[in-house]
């Protein structure tokens, strides 16, 4: 019964591979072979005349490989670490499956009332028509050099994250970083902690770090103090004027900063961590979006506008959601999109009214790794920071292996081998 075609398996194009698509693309899987999603704590309740079904999964992202980009701090300061922090999809045993086609590509339009998406391709441009029966958008948000790599191989990456690991290597006169919210805090952090002969300066143009993000008074604070116990000079209330390159006494060269109020600072380099985030939902009808190019949605992340609404879905960064966006978020939105799209089709197939799973709205939290230590905010224990909690949020690495066990990027999805409530990303619980 309903619309879906029984004569071959069902479509799902993800737009978008990392943390919100893949968490789609593989509690999708899971569904579709009667499993309980792996994202999901409790037994997910399955309809007894509709236990598996045919699927064919195709997730078209920019780039190669799964990018941690929370990682993105710390992969720009340390060579090891930037060689762990881009996957190449082919080498993720969790996605190896035949019907999880992964294209490199860009999703340049997409049709709803044909159900249509179009892909240029990553080499050729060449445009190719998909023809699906869900839609998930899940391309995030785009953020410039360098608070995100640009390259879309992990070949090109590794060479632009080493020049910029020996630029900074090699900062003999300090390095200034532009920008006191969480992406110039945490690099300015992670810099400090792997080249502890630097000298790191943040300049914030505000009174208080993380001054965009709505959070507590406190939580600013002791952002603040935790970011100078790690070695960090900090300047607030310094809006940068202008830079420009002098030469130094002994014949190096060195950029002259000045700020608005007359002060003048020296630095071998000067990295831009202010965050302009533009969208990435161009290949959507102006319909779906908002004026800032958010995908508008309802609570069960069906879009809200848009032909043939129940078949999209989005979720991550580029929902019109409140909050600070969170990798948790994603994850866990890409997840509720994979359930809310089965439950569409358990009631396509069987009848059943759909028990949709909801967002609800997003009290301010953050979780931020401040070298050693990290600062966290939450409604239910409020400010913490510390090593502790560095060890509980981002477990040394970054958040890097706590976001590759909960997607199940290692193999073919286990139960028992999933990490579970104590190891769920924390800003999801
Ligand atoms: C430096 C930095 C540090 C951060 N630290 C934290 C942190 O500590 N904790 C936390 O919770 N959050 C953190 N965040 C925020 C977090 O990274 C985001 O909330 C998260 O990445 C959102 O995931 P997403 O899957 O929605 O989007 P993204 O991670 O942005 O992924 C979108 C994907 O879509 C692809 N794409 C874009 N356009 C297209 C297109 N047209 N066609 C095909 N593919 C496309 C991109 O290549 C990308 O792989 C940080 C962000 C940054 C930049």
């Known amino acids: 019964m309903g619309s879906l075609p029984e004569s071959h398996a069902i479509r799902v194009f993800v737009a978008g591979g990392s943390y919100a698509g893949v968490a789609a693309a593989v509690n999708l899987l899971d569904l579709s072979q009667g499993l309980t999603p792996r994202q999901n704590e409790e037994t997910y309740g399955f309809h007894d005349d509709f236990k598996t079904f045919d699927i064919e999964i195709t997730m078209v992202d920019e780039r190669d490989g799964y990018y941690h980009l929370i ?11 930037a060689k762990k922090n881009w996957v190449k999809y082919s080498d993720c045993a969790g996605l190896q499956f035949p019907n999880i086609k992964i294209l490199q590509g860009s999703v340049a339009n997409v049709d709803p009332e044909a159900k249509t998406a179009t892909v240029s391709d990553h080499l050729t441009k060449e445009i190719s028509t998909h023809k699906y029966d869900y839609f998930v958008a899940a391309s995030g948000l785009r953020r410039v050099w360098p608070v995100v790599p640009q390259s879309t191989t992990r070949k090109q990456y590794l060479l632009e994250a080493e020049r910029q690991i020996q630029n900074l290597n090699n900062a003999k006169h300090g390095v200034v970083i532009v920008g006191g919210g969480a992406v110039g805090i945490e690099m300015a952090a992670e810099l400090k902690m792997v080249k502890p002969h630097l000298k ?44 420009k390159k002098v030469e130094a006494t002994d014949g190096s060269v060195k950029q ?21 985030s533009t969208r990435t939902t161009s290949y959507l009808p102006e319909s779906a979006v908002d004026e800032e190019g958010y995908v508008k949605i309802k609570t069960n992340l069906n879009f809200e506008e848009i032909s043939n609404a129940d078949y999209h879905f989005a979720a991550g960064d580029l929902v019109k959601w409140a909050g600070i966006k969170r990798c948790g978020a994603a994850m866990h939105q890409g997840h509720l999109a994979a359930e809310n799209i089965h439950q569409h089709i358990t009631q396509q197939r069987t009848g059943k009214a759909p028990e949709f799973r909801t967002i609800n709205p997003v009290p301010p939290m953050i979780g931020l790794a401040v070298g050693k230590q990290a600062v966290a905010h939450n409604p239910g224990s409020g400010t913490t920071y510390g090593e502790d909690v560095a060890e509980a949020y981002f477990r040394g690495d970054l958040g890097w292996t706590i976001c590759w066990n909960w997607l199940g990027l290692a193999g073919r999805f286990v139960k028992a081998e999933y990490p579970k409530k104590a190891d769920a990303p924390k800003s999801e619980l």
């Open 200 to 243: 790191v300066t943040l300049i914030h143009s505000r009174d208080k770090l993380l001054s965009n993000e709505n959070l507590p008074d406190e939580t600013r604070d002791v952002a603040l103090k935790v970011l100078k116990e790690g070695g960090v000079e900090a300047l607030m209330s310094h809006r940068l004027a202008s830079t």
């Open 256 to 276: 002259e900063i000045e700020f608005t109020n007359g002060h003048k600072i020296f630095a071998s380099e000067v990295v831009m961590a202010v965050s302009k």
């Open 71 to 81: 990682g993105t701090p710390l992969a720009l300061a340390d060579s090891e670490y």
